[in-house]
């Protein structure tokens, strides 16, 4: 590209050097050309000049679903050696989630040699699964959106997994919220579609179309605007809080002025309607939505428009797709691989890890450190104090907080779906359409009253919606409920070793597992009969398993973090040279979030916006999938 590049340059030289230049031309006629050209240059470099990660080639034919476990656990479970160590890294990743796999898979596609590090005995983070007594169980995926053939989402996983990850859409309806209790308890249905999930809502809620109308208009604009946001973290730091700061940014775009609003301040002007309070906000992740930003719920609620999504396979064939693409062009996915400290150079560069256990440190070097393990375990844990003090690090650490911890029951049945009555349909359940107050109430709670007091809860099947997992788990069925605590409730147990926590915990969890068992059980009462399995994970699980600080979910997603100015300064480069974070802690939680932490981080290191990249490539397959679509129509036709 570069060598056409030049060729073309040459030729317009020597082409413009054969006109007859009039004497009387002035030298800034000449320049307004000049300039036009030396622009249109750099843009032409800067999108085709360089390697990009993204091509149609790198596509392969979709592959049968690997079945046999060893060799999956060969991609997923191939433990730390000094031995494993690829020669002459470019980069290591500390962390495994989907944020550390995709800027590793998009560092090694264009010949970085990259080293994922992860410190459990599983890649994949959020994202992978276990199997117990012959059940599979997901620890954070239950369903994604925009992955429509085409969509930039779905574009972006096939060119990390080569094309090899499979959806199956849930169908309609893909949520059942149900709120209140007892006689007076409500049933709604959320629909996917680009008009039919506003037009669903309206029918349901007749009084309040105009408030609806209203809410699918910000939702558009939060969607359609969010990259405003993301370049924030890509422009160089003092340009994006020039713009803000001089409020240039808000005429630019309204997306900065409603990621600053508070979901419950905004919809006050629009509606009384509680429980249509409740829907706009019924993606629960711990922030009361009188504290949480408008543009987050717009957008996760926009998220499901085109479909919910799931994995054929379960949620770990994400990592384990992604790890075999890593591989493949020469990079390694190591498990069981603590990383205890950041090496420094002398010039305060980062420019390595320590890896292990402490009887058997190793240091692994490599010019380029990122870090999927969070902003709090970064800085706070992985750092020398010294460097941690840093100013802009210690702004970048009081602006957050660590989130809500997960509570989560996995269940087993010795029944098929059809014999439990269940389906692919997600049912969240609200004991009070007033979230607000809900949540300040839970939440606040003494550790004792908690566990008979959980007032919402996600119930999901996962083996109900992947028919796949008929030949996984024949004849059986998985159950995942979900809700929040808080980290204090369980703290007491943190440095206990972690199947010998004593009677006590496991009396303290069984008794929220028992409440929300029996609250599943009233709307699938022949669930109760057939349990023949139950795990707990609890906040204090997920700091084990996933390092996770304080055992939170994510960071908490209050107004604070969505704050704009605050979005510029969270971005992937750090005040350490070379050291670079990716994940849900960089723009936002989910597993498209994790995505995308990881395509700015990629873009950072590269110093190359992929997005434009990406871009184009989508634009391509779309243009391609309209001639195919044609072709088809005219054979028909023959
Ligand atoms: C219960 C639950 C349900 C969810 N449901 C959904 C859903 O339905 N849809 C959706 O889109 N999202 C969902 N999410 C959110 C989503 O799973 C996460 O936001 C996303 O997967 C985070 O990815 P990540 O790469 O940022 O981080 P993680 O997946 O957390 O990865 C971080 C990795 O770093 C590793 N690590 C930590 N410290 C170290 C260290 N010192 N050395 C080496 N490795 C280390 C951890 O072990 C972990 O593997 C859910 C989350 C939870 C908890
Ligand atoms: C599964 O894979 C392992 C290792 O590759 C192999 O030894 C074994 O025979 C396979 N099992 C089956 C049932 O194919």
Known sequence: MADGLTTTLNGLINKLSGLA?????????????????????????????????????SLRRKGPTEMNMSKRDEVLKKAFSEGRVPKGLDAIVIGSGVGGLTVAALLAKVGKKVLVLEQHEQAGGYCHSYTEKGFQFDIGLNYVGQLHENSLDRVAFDQITEGQLDF??????????????????????????????????????????EAIEKFFQVMKVCARKTHHLACLKLIPR???????????????????????????????QLTSNKDLHTIFSYFFYGVPPKDSSLYVNALLIHHYKRGAYYPKGGASEIPYHISNTIRNYGGEVLVSAPVRRILLDKNGAACGVVVGNSDSEV?????????????????????????????EIQERLHRVKPGRGSFIVFCGFDATAEQLDIGPTNIRLYKDNDMNKMMDRYFNMYKDEAPDNVPMMLVTFPTAKDPTAKLRCPGKSCMTLVTMVNYEWFEEWKDMPVTKRGDQYLQYKTRFA??????????????????VFQEVYTPLSNSHFLGAYQGSMYLQHNLDLFDPVFMAKNRCDTPVKNLYLTGQDVFSCGISGALHGGLLCASSVLNHILYWDLLFLKKKLKKAKAKQDAQQAKKKLH
């Open 168 to 209: 199956v859409n849930l169908g309609e309806p893909f949520d059942t919220i149900y709120i209140g209790q007892g006689q007076t308890q409500r049933k709604y249905t959320i629909y996917t579609g680009k008009t039919e999930m506003e037009a669903h809502l309206k029918k349901q809620f007749p009084d309040d179309t």
């Open 514 to 531: 028992k409440h929300m068992f029996d609250w599943a059980c009233l709307h699938f009462p022949k669930l109760k009969e057939k349990l």
């Open 238 to 268: 003092w340009l994006a809080l020039f713009l803000l700061k001089t409020g240039i940014a808000d005429v630019l775009s309204s997306v900065y002025r409603y990621s600053s609003m508070s979901h419950t301040a905004w919809l006050d």
């Open 363 to 391: 240091e692994v070097k490599a010019p380029i450190v990122i870090s999927n393990c969070g902003l709090f375990n970064t800085f706070k844990n992985l750092l020398p104090p010294q460097i941690s003090m840093k100013h």
């Open 21 to 57: 230049i009039p004497a009387d031309l002035s030298l800034w006629q000449l320049a307004l050309p000049a300039w036009f050209l030396v622009c249109f240059g750099v843009f032409y470099w800067y999108v085709f000049g360089r390697r990009s990660p993204f091509s149609v080639d």
